[in-house]
């Protein structure tokens, strides 16, 4: 009994040991698993006033190439509505004419503004920071779009902050499309270079080449169809042979992102009620 | 003594400063990241208990794991390095030298601190790593990450410890 005794306070370090080692990995399996709190993370009011407060100084090192990169995309914008406007007058609309179901796919996306204020790009699972959350409107599963394009897809939020999984995580997963033929599959990432991702399931008659544009197909409603997510970079067999697995030049450059919008698309009620349904009897089986 | 943990508590806090907004930036290669915040368990004095040091070491992990997005893993590595601390430093201590307190350079001599160092970034930075592999696994890639991290911290430590000499006693 006494050898037992003095065991036990020799080593009982190592029930201490155990505890702790049971509980960071309980921790790390939650966090992969499930939908949780984000007092773990770096949407925490802690961890999101730090980044907040060293955003706000290093931003100002970035405003060059933030300022260029909006010019850029604004003089696209003009392009694009240059170009439109002529095609809408060979049409023989005058704009000024456009009725409201021109716009009626637009209605009920609202895009809310937000700053990135941490950014991991270089790890196997990266997440952005976002210094809005659930007070401006932004929840869980909404989309994030930057000045390049598509960003990643909101994964927790906290009253003031949110998590965001990148494009740049091995969880990612976006359906998407091949601009010009509409040939579809899913976009992931394979930790390595963050300039490129692989979009699998491009069926083999499907005909594709380089500089083809990526972009969102919008069957899941995360994203509205046509947002931009890359170039087609490198067109390889897939392992089984039986569809092309694409390398995708992504077109943001995510080594440098300070301001994205946040996609709020409200749910069809038609869809929504749909999918409930779907849920339920699920759950019922 | 609460001065010396005072002390250390504001080590723990500027080296986790450092690491979540200057270290966790930087990717020698996309593949070196140094990891100095293991530098203020390394300090931890010789003649701290085992179940201390082990709460020192989940703590620490834990608040990194706040910043980097990642709950538990730099924890769980912690952990486990700060159960070994007291192992690696007994393995390569000369023999029939008196009791140490003081853990660093100037105290343990180059030769012992080297191996010290060396030993317990490179069994943390394997933890490490190995429990990130768990959710994407590539031999060379993790090889690649474990050796040059494991330099890029080891050189800045040892630089860190050079210039940090403890005061002498009059």
């Known amino acids: 009994m006494r050898k037992l005794l003095d065991f036990l306070r020799r080593y009982n370090y190592w029930f201490l040991f155990v505890l702790l080692e049971v509980t960071s990995f309980t921790l790390l399996i939650q966090f992969n698993n499930y939908q949780q709190g984000t007092f773990f993370t770096s949407a925490n009011r802690v961890a999101g006033k730090i980044y907040e407060m060293e955003a706000n100084v290093t931003a100002y090192f970035q405003l060059k190439e933030s300022n260029q990169l909006l010019l850029n995309h604004n003089t696209q914008l003009e392009i694009q509505i240059a170009a439109l406007q002529k095609m809408l007058q060979r049409q023989k609309v005058s704009v000024a004419k456009i009725d409201s179901s021109l716009i009626a796919p637009f209605i009920g996306v609202k895009f809310i503004p937000a700053e990135v204020i941490n950014n991991q790009i270089s790890e196997i699972n990266n997440y952005i920071t976002l210094n809005k959350g659930t007070k401006e409107g932004i929840k869980e599963g909404m989309g994030v779009i930057g000045p390049g394009g598509v960003i990643g897809i909101v994964h927790l939020t906290s009253p003031h902050y949110s998590l965001v999984i990148s494009l740049l995580n091995i969880k990612s997963r976006i359906s998407c499309k091949v601009a010009n033929t509409g040939y579809f599959g899913t976009l992931r990432w394979a930790p390595g270079d963050s300039r490129y991702a692989f979009l699998e399931g491009i069926p083999r008659h499907a005909r594709c080449k380089k500089g083809d544009f990526i972009v969102t197909s919008g069957y899941s409603e995360i994203f509205p169809v046509g947002a931009r997510i890359g170039r087609i970079f490198k067109v390889t067999e897939s392992k089984d042979g039986l569809s092309y697995t694409v390398c995708v030049a992504l077109s943001s450059d995510f080594g440098n992102l300070t301001d994205v919008r946040v996609v709020a698309q409200e749910f069809t009620p038609e869809r929504k009620q749909l999918e409930e349904e779907e849920v339920k009897s699920n759950d019922d089986h | ?170």
């Open chain 2, 1 to 170: 003594m609460i001065i010396e943990y005072l002390k250390k508590i504001g080590l723990l806090i500027i080296l986790v400063l450092i690491q979540v907004l200057v270290l966790n930036q930087i990717h020698i290669f996309g593949y070196a990241t140094p990891i100095l915040y293991i530098y203020v368990l390394l300090k931890l004095p010789a003649d701290i208990s085992r179940n201390g040091l082990l709460l020192w070491g989940f703590t620490t992990g834990l608040i990194i794991d706040f910043f980097s997005n990642t709950p538990g893993m730099h924890a769980a590595a912690c952990t486990a390095l700060t159960l070994l601390l007291p192992q690696i430093r007994s393995l390569y201590a000369p023999k029939g030298d008196v009791e140490l307190v003081q853990v660093g350079i100037h105290s343990m001599g180059v030769s012992f601190f080297t191996k010290y160092l060396l030993t317990a970034i490179l069994v943390h930075h394997s933890i490490l790593l190995l429990i990130e592999a768990f959710s994407f696994f590539d031999i060379t890639l993790l090889i690649l990450r474990v050796s040059s991290s494991t330099l890029l911290t080891f050189v800045l430590i040892m630089a860190i410890d050079t210039l940090n000499k403890p005061k002498k006693l009059v």
